[in-house]
Structures are given as structure tokens and as C-alpha cells.
């Protein structure tokens, strides 16, 4: 497994800036009009949430997303 491609914390940090948050990180979320810090990454469960638009999942979910965000 290359850790480029699995590990969602390297994936996500090429397009948002994370802040550490106890055991999870926080940015502001890519996926829509973001004010505050919504998006929290869980480096352990290698997981992402979107408390304001409610989207989740992994580091192929994340970099689905990004990829209909550039295109669009
Ligand atoms: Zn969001």
C-alpha cells in the first residue's frame, strides 16, 4: 500500500491546512462554503467528517470528492 494514496492525513493536507485538535485534526472543509473549521480528520481511524455538509468517508472518498471539486 503506498502511503501517499492511503493515508488520509497526507492527502488531505495537499488541499487544506489542518489544526491538531486533541486526536483529531481540524481545517476548514473543501466541499462547501466553510466560515468555520467543519471538516475533522481522524488520523487513527484514517477517516474524515464534514459536520456542515455532512460528507465522509476515507482517503478514496476524500480524493473523489476533490476530484468532482476541480472539475466542476
Ligand atoms: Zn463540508
Known sequence: MSA???D???LATVYISLKE???TLRGRCP???D???S???SPEKNIF???G???EGGPAEFKLAMEQLIKS
Do not use: Y
Open 35 to 37: 466560515a468555520g473549521e
Open 4 to 6: 501517499t494514496s492511503s
Open 49 to 51: 467528517k464534514c459536520f
Open 21 to 23: 485538535s486533541r486526536r
Open 8 to 10: 488520509l492525513v497526507k
Open 53 to 55: 455538509c455532512g460528507k
Open 31 to 33: 466541499f462547501h462554503r
Open 39 to 41: 471538516l475533522m480528520i
